[in-house]
Nanobody
Framework: QVQLVESGGGLVQPGGSLRLSCATS????????IGWFRQAPGKEREGVSC????????YYADSVKGRFTISRDNAKNTVYLQMNSLKPEDTAVYYC????????????????????WGKGTLVTISS
């Protein structure tokens, strides 16, 4: 059974940085994709970024491009989301999700659709 556990959320001032981690386990295939999604209070869930397990190809939503960086450490079975230049509008619960396959941009553009989900970690950007 695939399990995903997010960590690293917290309260940060605008302009600050945070690094989220997604610890994964249970994959039976070498080909899978991991995505980060977020949901702010009263808003729909939106895709943030994703990465595939093999080539490390990445995709970013326009709202975070240039500020967020997704990466993976396959030895640690962990995917990271480095978030810089944080804005109040980045405040949300951030979820890690996964699915089998190679391409992941469609999941980010649609804001969901992946099979496996973590429970989320809260990120609050406020002064």
């Amino acid at each position: 059974q695939v399990q995903l556990v997010e960590s690293g959320g917290g309260l940060v001032q605008p302009g600050g940085s945070l690094r989220l981690s997604c610890a994964t386990s249970g994959f039976t295939s070498d080909y899978y994709v991991i995505g980060w999604f977020r949901q702010a209070p009263g808003k729909e869930r939106e895709g943030v970024s994703c990465i595939n397990s093999s080539a490390g190809s990445t995709y970013y939503a326009d709202s975070v491009k240039g500020r967020f960086t997704i990466s993976r450490d396959n030895a640690k079975n962990t995917v990271y989301l480095q978030m810089n230049s944080l804005k109040p509008e980045d405040t949300a619960v951030y979820y890690c999700a996964a699915d089998s396959g190679y391409y992941c941009s469609g999941y980010v553009r649609s804001g969901g659709g992946m099979t496996y989900w973590g429970k989320g970690t809260l990120v609050t950007i406020s002064s």
